[in-house]
């Protein structure tokens, strides 16, 4: 029977399956638990949540955190982009950025959340933790975009002589679109996540994170749990609409005859 829906239809019962499942175990542990303050229910979560939206405060502290964990987003990705150009295209530049990148990657956030707190100031936390989880992200995606350029193409180009600058142009740069598009997707969840941690660990006033911290400091757990359901729909609002920001780019390159369409497997 679930095979004759319509896929969109298969998704959606699917989610609301899968929701129902987690609600109820959520419900049935708060039960066994029997202290709010330790595991509140559902609906007191949902009534919380209902709170905060009727306020204006929680509109001007989403806002902000969303600006200043966009600016580090983008700083993230324009670095995180011409760095893995370089890096493609230079030996002694990757012998040189390679371990960097590496280290960051595998560095514990907290750690370098610490390390910001001492160089920047407490407002500017969030922007750098940002940046410094997109950037490694998308040079990674960029040079595993170059590194598998289509081998037939470039002996064409050799045997036809293509400067440097048509080389990049007509199959470096269409063959890193798709992976580079994936990477964008994953780190902006990743970026936002970081930026909220390190919005807690700074107490940046007026942000997501402070008001994170403020109801684990006067054990408002349902306010916790409310903050937190903020964060992951934002996330994914983040991902979705990254995701068809690029399908409609993807669709006007075919459109003007794009090359990179037709190989993007992700």
Same mark, same amino acid.
């Given at each position: 029977?679930?095979?004759?829906?319509?896929?969109?239809?298969k998704k959606i019962l699917k989610f609301t399956l899968a929701l129902a499942f987690w609600l109820g175990l959520w419900l049935i542990l708060s039960h066994i638990v029997g202290i709010e303050i330790l595991v509140p229910s559902p609906s007191?979560?949902?009534?919380?949540?209902?709170?905060?939206?009727?306020q204006k405060e929680f509109y001007t502290i989403c806002l902000r955190s969303f600006l200043r964990i966009t600016c580090g987003y983008v700083l993230g990705v324009a670095v !995180?982009? $011409?760095?893995?150009?370089?890096?493609?295209?230079?030996?002694?530049l990757n012998s040189i950025f390679k371990p960097f990148l590496t280290a960051v990657k595998?560095?514990?956030v907290v750690s370098f959340i610490i390390l910001a707190l001492i160089w920047i100031e407490r407002d500017g936390v969030p922007v750098f933790i940002?940046?410094?989880m997109v950037m490694p992200i998308v040079s990674a995606g960029i040079i595993t975009g170059i590194e598998s350029a289509d081998e037939s193409l470039l002996e064409m180009a050799k045997a036809y002589k293509f400067s440097f600058g048509k080389r990049l142009k007509y199959?470096?740069?269409p063959s890193a679109v798709p992976s580079f598009a994936?990477?964008?997707?994953?780190?902006?969840?990743?970026?936002?996540?970081? !930026?909220? $941690?390190?919005?807690?660990?700074?107490?940046?006033?007026?942000?997501?994170?402070?008001?994170l911290k403020d109801s684990q400091i006067y054990m408002e757990t349902s306010e916790l749990f409310a903050w937190t359901a903020v964060i992951i729909v934002v996330s994914l609002i983040l991902e979705k609409l990254l995701a068809k920001l690029f399908d409609i780019i993807f669709k006007k390159a075919v459109q003007k005859g794009g090359y990179f369409i037709e190989h993007r497997n992700y």
């Open positions: 029977m679930l095979n004759k829906l319509p896929n969109t239809a007191n979560v949902a009534v919380t949540l209902k709170e905060m939206l009727m !995180g982009s $011409a760095l893995g150009m370089l890096i493609s295209f230079s030996s002694i595998t560095t514990p940002t940046f410094l199959i470096y740069l994936s990477a964008c997707e994953t780190a902006i969840g990743l970026g936002w996540k970081a !930026g909220v $941690a390190a919005e807690v660990i700074c107490m940046s006033r007026g942000t997501v994170g402070k008001a």
